[in-house]
């Protein structure tokens, strides 16, 4: 299914762990009326609760000796002692795939060593693929011999010098063979690099609508006229099938500032999807925070099982 957008115009524009330790003083204040002599208290006690946090890795450490009189702390009956967790190991994210280009060979080519067959398609009735090719105001769909294997040519009927026609060229073909796609687009590139004085202004192996892609730009010699296109080639799974869907926009290098508007609307409005890709995952809802407790309520006694029987005594 190819759907033709009309004049979309597109802008392109420490928290460390340490020693905390907590004093508490106790003391005596106020003056005896007796005549008396009254002998001083002695001062009370000063109790020093220190509290300690070991990092996992100082498990095999030799603790430091309890302050004397402290009694050991043992865990009640029933309770185990909590022990530190082990520190999860950090597992390093997946660096991101870079394809580099191919040395050589253009994809034709590459299909043909494979021994993949590149079955051409035609628009009428062609339903294997959702294209969406936006056409620009004064820009109509014309048949075009010069372009061999065309799925639809779209071409500038208001604009020009007379010379060159500024157009857009869309070709799907049926891939029928076993390879690797992300292999196969490192040879997008070879097919703009053997036009005659050939200057890239940019590429990208980047992926296009989670599809393997290839795209690049810059400008060529043709018949005296210096020529600016933007090449992007898709391969595209389609249930047990894939295609190769190739956009090329080529306009006379003195038009560029005239079309700009247009030829910009049709390679970033081009969008390519398969009709039976499933949907992608909704995202997933933040788990509902818990409800507050009512201070005022009384706290939750846990249930006591039954007590063991008690043997009785010999008479």
């Not at 390519?272 to 939750?300: G, I, M």
Request: aromatic share 6%; charged share 10%.
């Amino acid at each position: 299914m190819i759907t033709i957008a009309r004049n979309w115009r597109v802008v392109v524009g420490g928290v460390a762990a340490g020693t905390a330790a907590v004093l508490g003083f106790t003391g005596l204040t106020g003056a005896s009326a007796s005549a008396d002599p009254v002998l001083p208290l002695p001062p009370a006690p000063v109790t020093v609760t220190q509290t300690v946090t070991v990092a996992p890795e100082a498990a095999n450490a030799v603790p430091a000796a309890a302050p004397v009189g402290a009694p050991a702390a043992v865990p009640a009956a029933g309770q185990v002692a909590a022990v530190p967790p082990a520190a999860a190991p950090v597992i390093p994210a997946a660096a991101p795939e870079t394809l580099v280009p191919a040395a050589s060979g253009t994809l034709t080519d590459f299909f043909k060593d494979k021994g993949v067959k590149m079955e051409p398609q035609k628009a009428a009735g062609f339903t294997a693929l959702n294209l969406v090719l936006p056409m620009p105001r004064g820009w109509s769909v014309v048949p075009d011999p010069n372009v061999p294997d065309a799925f639809t040519v779209l071409a500038d009927r208001l604009g020009g010098d007379g010379l060159y026609t500024s157009n857009a060229q869309l070709k799907v073909f049926k891939l029928v063979g076993e390879f690797d796609p992300k292999e196969a687009v490192t040879h997008g590139y070879w097919d703009s690099q053997q036009l005659f004085n050939w200057q890239a202004t940019d590429a990208s192996l980047a992926d296009f609508g989670g599809f393997p892609s290839s795209i690049i730009e810059g400008t060529y010699r043709e018949n005296d006229l210096t020529l600016n296109t933007s090449r992007r080639h898709v391969i595209v799974q389609s249930g047990p099938d894939r295609y190769l869907v190739s956009l090329y926009v080529t306009t006379a290098a003195n038009q560029m500032v005239a079309t700009a508007d247009a030829t910009d609307a049709i390679v970033n409005g081009f969008r390519v999807t398969s009709p039976t890709a499933a949907p992608p995952p909704a995202p997933a809802l933040p788990p509902a925070a818990a409800p507050l407790a009512d201070a005022s309520a009384p706290a939750a006694v846990p249930a006591v099982g039954p007590l063991p029987a008690v043997p009785a005594l010999p008479h």
